[in-house]
Nanobody, 123 residues
């Protein structure tokens, strides 16, 4: 059974940076496409970014140019580097893994989830 552990969330000022980590265990990261989602209370879970097994990256319009997704298959860890953080980036961020990239398009088809890590951007 694949397990994902999210970490790295914190309170940060607008304009600041954070790096989220997603540590994978139970299987090799090379077998999965990875995504990051975020959710605020009362709203649906929003797809932030995905990275395929081959390293192909995709970003939501609201984070393009500010966030960078990456993966280190040797370390079985994925990352989300967040720069230029805005108040509206405040959310719980979840790592997701799926056996096929199309399963990351919709949160309902994701195979595995991390437990989430809180990111708060506030002055």
């Amino acid at each position: 059974q694949l397990q994902l552990v999210d970490s790295g969330g914190a309170l940060v000022h607008p304009g600041g940076s954070l790096r989220l980590s997603c540590a994978v265990s139970g299987d090799s990261l090379v077998n999965y496409d990875i995504g990051w989602y975020r959710q605020v209370p009362g709203k649906e879970r929003e797809r932030v970014s995905t990275i395929s097994k081959a390293g192909l990256r995709n970003y939501g319009d609201s984070v393009k140019g500010r966030f960078t997704i990456s993966r280190d298959n040797a370390e079985n860890t994925a990352y989300l580097q967040m720069n230029g953080l805005k108040v509206e980036d405040t959310a719980i961020y979840y790592c997701a893994a799926a056996t096929s990239l199309f399963k990351l398009v919709n949160s309902e088809t994701v195979n595995y989830w991390g437990q989430g890590t809180q990111v708060t951007v506030s002055s």
